[in-house]
């Protein structure tokens, strides 16, 4: 059978299996969108980031561009953008993926994220995910950033290269550190394997804090030969 027939099968079932069970919203249960599982009134609730700065993506409060960090010290990454507010719906979201292994809010993200990055001017050579500890990726069970970045690929159409990166340092939690100290515990955190180095790679992450593990994921890819890295995450912390 050609892989057009079965591309038109699958379509067809999903069709009918629309059509026995209507998709509802996992936040409301009313009537949703079939490819988020989000309705339009909840998905509205999630507002996105505006007046970002255009190379961290942090919020801005004066009549800038750039924030003033970036402008003293250029970072190793090229831009990141993230679409949402570590807050409300967009925090649920990816607490559920983490924490409750509700592996359907991957496919949220991931979707929300692709119909985001469609865009002439978003065109990666190729696409990864932040990587795990193999230590930590075995207490967890799965890596999230993995699982959206997966979604993204697919809507996307752009090559997913996960094996050439690796978290070689099984680093302390981020979360409880000050921003010098995330810096300090991410260093030398990961290796790229790859046997060449795409022009430009897009680095999938559910969220972003301070930019550091970032920053520094960036800075090995760059080392490898990268010439363009651009973060692309869910949300900003």
């Not at 989000?38 to 801005?60: K, N, Y």
């Not at 985001?116 to 065109?123: A, C, G, L, S, V």
Request: hydrophobic fraction near 40%; aromatic fraction near 8%.
């Amino acid at each position: 059978m050609s892989k057009r027939f079965l591309e038109n099968l699958n379509n067809c079932s999903i069709l009918v299996q629309n059509a026995l069970f209507p998709p509802t919203c996992m936040v409301c249960q009313q009537s949703a969108d079939n490819e988020i599982d989000l309705c339009s009134r909840c998905l509205a609730d999630m507002p996105a980031l505006e007046d970002t700065c255009a190379v961290c993506g942090i919020a801005l409060t004066a009549n800038a561009s750039t924030c003033g960090r970036c402008l003293k010290k250029t970072p190793y990454y090229d831009k990141i953008i993230t679409l949402y507010p570590y807050r409300g719906l967009a925090k649920f979201l990816i607490h559920a993926l983490k924490f409750n292994n509700q592996h359907c809010c991957a496919r949220i993200m991931g979707t929300l994220m692709a119909r985001h990055f469609n865009k002439p001017e978003h065109q990666p050579n190729a696409i990864l995910s932040v990587p795990l500890h193999p230590k930590r990726l075995s207490q967890r069970g799965f890596n999230q950033a993995e699982l959206i970045s997966h979604y993204v690929h697919k809507k996307l159409n752009v090559p997913l290269v996960e094996t050439y990166l690796h978290r070689v340092i099984n680093t302390h939690d981020q979360a409880s550190l000050s921003a010098a100290k995330r810096r300090q515990n991410i260093r030398n955190a990961f290796c790229y394997t790859g046997k060449t180095a795409p022009y430009f790679v897009a680095v999938i992450d559910d969220v972003v804090t301070t930019g550091s593990t970032a920053n520094e994921v960036a800075r090995t890819l760059k080392k490898a030969g990268v010439k363009r890295v651009e973060i692309w995450a869910f949300a900003r912390a």
